[in-house]
């Protein structure tokens, strides 16, 4: 009869502290392989920043590397002599009334393609997602069309719905699929308490899509905010045109004013990032949310 020693209890320990051992001396990155290319990959990132404000806050003629004396006569030449402060406005507005109906409309659009089955709606899907490859540019003969004839051209409200346009297919598939993450038998105990599919929504399923509709309405003021083909070619009144308009009128053929360019580029930015900076926690709680199986 043979019978199986087993293994002495300081063999058996001491096995699994090495086998331990040999995958730390593996898995353990050495600190100046994240910290290198870490560095490197900030210089890429922040030294156009530092250069641009460099250009904006040192005198003209400066060639120093440090912006001291400190100056904001580009800002204020910017802001007053070249009127950004008129396309500051018109930003605004665009984006703003661009992330409203954006988020309005894909909304609606969005609960009917998670909650409704319909005849098509494979189809309609496909065509949502295929029209993300058409470039603005081919959307600008028929939209200048449509507007002429509506006598819209040269009007706001033309650059607001033709971003609106641009932003919804993308907008409603997002929102549809937070929507389907938010379980559906929510909805039926409403209607068991007496509340409408209407009401059911605003009380039960709107409040769980507000990281979804932050992530989304963020990305239509943003893109709206730097789009500029649509406002160039849709406004030709100066008093009109919009930020990155206005940032094309600092280039001429025969010269370009540095300063006045990077104070009107941190203008445009400043906006931009301060939204992020406040909605940075939503963001990432909306991208989570469609990643996740409800």
Not at 21 to 40: F, H
Request: proline fraction near 6%; include cysteine.
């Amino acid at each position: 009869m043979i019978t199986e020693i087993a293994p002495a209890p300081e063999e058996t320990a001491a096995e699994p502290a090495k086998a331990r051992k040999g995958r730390r001396s593996w898995d353990e990155v050495p600190r100046w392989q994240i910290y290198v290319p870490l560095t490197v990959y900030l210089m890429f990132t922040l030294v156009p920043f530092y250069w641009i404000l460099l250009f904006a806050l040192r005198p003209a003629g400066s060639t120093s590397l440090v912006p001291w004396p400190m100056t904001f006569e580009h800002f204020e030449k910017v802001w007053t002599e070249r009127s950004f402060g008129t396309y500051f406005t018109n930003s605004v507005y665009v984006g703003l009334a661009t992330l409203v109906l954006t988020t309005v409309v894909a909304l609606a659009g969005g609960y009917a393609l998670a909650r409704f089955d319909f005849r098509l709606k494979r189809g309609f899907m496909l065509a949502l997602l295929c029209s993300q490859f058409v470039p603005g540019a081919l959307l600008l003969v028929p939209l200048f069309q449509i507007f002429a004839k509506l006598s819209m051209i040269n009007s706001l409200g033309s650059v607001v719905i033709a971003e609106t346009v641009f932003q919804l297919p993308l907008s409603m598939i997002l929102i549809s699929g937070f929507i389907r993450n938010v379980p559906y038998s929510l909805e039926e105990a409403a209607w068991v308490d007496g509340c409408n599919r209407l009401t059911a929504f605003r009380i039960v399923v709107l409040p769980l899509l507000r990281p979804g509709l932050i992530a989304v309405g963020s990305f239509a003021f943003v893109h709206a905010w730097n789009h500029f083909l649509f406002a160039l070619m849709f406004l030709s009144d100066q008093g009109k045109q919009t930020i990155p308009v206005g940032l094309n009128t600092l280039m001429s053929a025969d010269s370009v004013d540095l300063g006045a360019l990077a104070a009107g580029g941190i203008i445009a930015a400043v906006p931009v990032v301060i939204v992020f900076a406040f909605i940075q926690k939503w963001l990432i709680t909306g991208f989570s949310a469609g990643a996740v199986k409800g």
